[in-house]
């Protein structure tokens, strides 16, 4: 008798249920794969480097003048003073003389 023929007999191999395996294995990594390259592609952004600008506060600036200085491709300065406030950690609208903020740059 054939050595792979007694094998199967003592393991009971089964090809329908070895092959099924097999493609359900396949499946499930190429799940994985996809799934980690969607959710790669949608952060890519969060990875690019973002350049700076040092500023720092003097008496009478608000994040507004600030801004207005610095505004570059946001349409709304509002929006780009909620990327300073965002940069910089910002809870609130308060700045102080001397305190150094980073400038997001285009």
Not at 20 to 48: D, P, R, W
Not at 58 to 72: H, R, S
């Amino acid at each position: 008798m054939d050595t792979s023929v007694r094998y199967n007999r003592k393991y009971k191999f089964n090809k329908e249920r070895f092959i099924k395996s097999l493609t359900i294995t396949i499946a499930v990594i190429l799940a994985i794969i996809i799934f980690l390259s969607i959710t790669g592609a949608l952060f890519s952004n969060a990875n690019k480097l973002q350049r700076y600008d040092g500023y720092e506060v003097v008496y009478g600036d608000t994040l507004w003048t600030i801004a207005q200085k610095y505004q570059n491709e946001y349409d709304d300065i509002r929006h780009f003073i909620f990327a300073i406030k965002e940069v910089n950690h910002l809870q609130g609208d308060y700045i102080f003389p001397g305190q150094q903020l980073k400038i997001p740059l285009k």
